[in-house]
């Protein structure tokens, strides 16, 4: 198993910086990744297609992340439709299935061959972060959230350079308020929220042609289905990026079962405790959506009463 794809001293460095360079609980975090991994069979999870391509399709329109190019640097750029994503099209297992493999595929695929291509080692990546359509709906899907980011904390650290958040609602904002003062300082560091749909902003660290089709222009969002159709729409299963990945899945598991059809199903993968941290981040997010909320009904209610009669 290589999980350090050549890079053993990086990989190392990226768990102990997790660890704030304490060296014990770096030590056990990398014990505890390995051990999930072997558990799990994650090594094997790039030759485990969601099949039929129909059920991937759902998933690809309910969970809206893709690859939408690279920075001038050469760190991939991967974008991530937070406000409409519905993840409820497929069980939650074909959910973290498919992110558990776009980690993989990055590490094993993605970032080699920016590597390769930049001549200079990349280990990291740059996440634009679409808050479009951002409801008070999005508590529903809290839990699942919380899964996949324990996932990447404990066992994919330090892979991401910046976190960019565009098109923020003022729900955003008023939750964002009060999550900061929860985050590390490290964390916190790395996010930037920008105005509006942020395009000035991220031109200067990355070309138009990389630009997610939802920062392209002034209050574009991230719609399911961009203006200029699916090529343009790093979500779309026939996005260049999801045909390559899914194209290399089918691939892996015709190498592997040979002659034999490919099993249909999700892969079971353990969910990980979330991190005290990160529960008490989600419980603040779920009271102040409640807070909203009330607000919302207060606000609503006072709207349908009629003030002297007219």
């Known amino acids: 198993m290589n999980m350090h794809h050549g890079y053993p001293t990086e990989t190392l460095a990226r768990f102990l910086k997790a660890r704030d360079w304490n060296v014990q609980k770096a030590h056990k975090m990398l014990i505890d990744c390995l051990q999930w991994r ?7 999870i790039l030759s485990k297609p969601i099949i039929p391509t129909d059920l991937y399709r759902a998933v690809r329109d309910s969970q809206l992340v893709g690859l939408s190019g690279y920075s001038k640097e050469g760190l991939p750029i991967i974008a991530f439709g ?25 590490d094993r695929v993605v ?13 990291i990546c740059l996440k634009v972060l679409d808050m479009t ?7 529903n899907q809290i839990k699942l959230l ?8 404990l066992n994919y650290p330090e892979k991401t350079e910046t976190y960019y958040i565009v098109n923020a609602p003022y729900i955003f904002s008023a939750c964002w308020k009060a999550v900061k003062p929860l985050l590390q300082e490290r964390t916190k560091r790395k996010i930037q929220v920008l105005q509006g749909c942020g395009r000035d902003e991220l031109l200067k660290i990355m070309d138009y042609s990389s630009l997610p089709h939802f920062c392209r222009k002034e209050g574009s969002g991230s719609s399911r289905h ?12 026939d996005h260049t990026f999801h045909q390559q990945l899914y194209n290399y899945i089918k691939k892996q598991a015709t190498h592997i079962e040979t002659g034999l059809p490919i099993k249909q199903g999700s892969v079971h993968v353990d969910f990980p405790e979330p991190d005290p941290e990160d529960t008490k981040i989600a419980k603040t997010i779920e009271s102040e959506f409640h807070r909203l909320a009330d607000q919302n009904g207060l606000c609503n209610s006072l709207n349908g009463l009629k003030v002297n009669g007219d």
């Open 146 to 153: 919380t899964t996949i980011s324990t996932i990447d904390d």
């Open 82 to 106: 937070v406000g409409l994503s519905t993840y409820d099209k497929a069980s939650v297992n074909y959910y973290v299935q498919s992110h558990i493999q776009m980690n993989e595929y990055r």
């Open 226 to 237: 961009s203006s200029n159709g699916a090529l343009d729409n790093c979500f779309s299963l």
């Open 38 to 44: 072997i558990q799990n069979e994650i090594d094997n």
């Open 111 to 123: 970032l080699p061959t920016a590597t390769e291509k930049y001549g200079w080692h990349i280990s």
């Open 133 to 139: 359509g951002l409801k008070l709906s999005a508590l």
